[in-house]
């Protein structure tokens, strides 16, 4: 047996295996609609900041989104994060990201061209130069792919974004978009009349629908996110971190976003918090590992 879990069931443990049941069995009563929208969430203020660890991330997330705010008068800027090199020719997916983004409708776009997959080795360099793209373009909402992301690059984008923001006291909304996974969601943007936009911009990424079936992913999540929503036909999923919020919170079980699976009631020393911080820094793991 592991030894962070190698206790003896006695004394103040058996407290805390009991302050643990009413924590599981609190989680248990609740709800679908307290853990998922069942109606559409309006857009959030822009001008937006849509952070892309690679081109074609900006597109298969939030096209349909991106589309939607454009139209309503909102400035959309992309920020390629990585050159994209480990999944083809760099140049070529370049080229793709600018037909795509023409297509939705954006604004400018930046290449910032770290090499891909090599992204958690470079944050300070990244940290330096993001704070100075937010005090020039000055956005209201920032958008970073899913901190429970598979790849690597999205789950440090987020990471790094975040840091940013928070080390620079900024005053809007950083939500989190789902690229080739469903994660924890609390807005959903109805894109119905903005998917065939958005498939037209997912295959300007020709050379990626080459390697993977991206187009049928993206449409079977953006699908699948109207299981809550009644009348719509597609939909994208974020998980939206109000200004002030401490992002560690969701790493820490959603403390500050689901009552009833709160580890604030317990007490400081507990010996349940020691072992509710092994998976915890598990997850932080993911971001630091070289």
């Not at 080390?167 to 809007?172: F, K, S």
């Not at 989190?176 to 943007?189: D, F, H, P, T």
């Not at 994208?236 to 992002?247: K, P, S, T, W």
Request: proline share 4%; charged share 25%; with cysteine.
């Amino acid at each position: 047996m592991n030894s962070a879990l190698n206790f003896s069931l006695n004394g103040r443990y058996e407290n805390s295996i009991t302050q643990l049941e009413i924590i599981a069995e609190n989680w248990c009563m609740k709800q679908e609609q307290e853990l998922i929208p069942y109606e559409c969430s309006p857009l959030p203020e822009g001008p937006y900041l849509v952070c892309a660890p690679h081109p074609d991330d900006e597109t298969f997330g939030m096209g349909g989104t991106i589309v939607n705010a454009v139209e309503k008068g909102i400035r959309v800027y992309v920020l390629f994060v990585t050159d994209g090199s480990a999944g083809g020719d760099g140049k070529t997916r370049k080229e793709e990201a600018r037909r795509a983004c023409n297509l939705l409708g954006v604004h400018e776009i930046y290449f910032w061209d770290f090499p891909d997959r090599q992204l958690i080795s470079h944050g300070p360099a990244f940290e330096a130069r993001f704070r100075e793209i937010v005090e020039s373009l000055c956005p209201r909402t920032v958008f970073v792919p899913s901190l429970f992301e598979f790849h690597p690059d999205h789950r440090a984008t987020a990471f790094f974004v975040w840091k940013t923001l928070a080390g620079c006291r900024y005053a809007g909304q950083f939500w989190m978009y789902e690229v080739g996974r469903q994660g924890e969601a609390n807005r959903l943007i109805d894109i119905s009349s903005y998917m065939s936009k958005k498939i037209e911009a997912i295959r300007a990424y020709s050379s990626q629908l080459q390697c993977r079936h991206y187009e049928d992913v993206v449409v079977a999540i953006n699908r699948a996110r109207t299981f809550t929503l009644e009348g719509v036909r597609y939909a994208e999923a974020f998980f939206c971190i109000e200004a002030g919020d401490d992002l560690l919170a969701l790493l820490e079980f959603r403390d500050r976003y689901v009552e009833g699976f709160s580890l604030a009631g317990l007490k400081k020393n507990s010996p349940l918090l020691d072992l509710l911080a092994v998976p915890v820094r598990r997850v932080r793991s993911l971001f630091f590992r070289r």
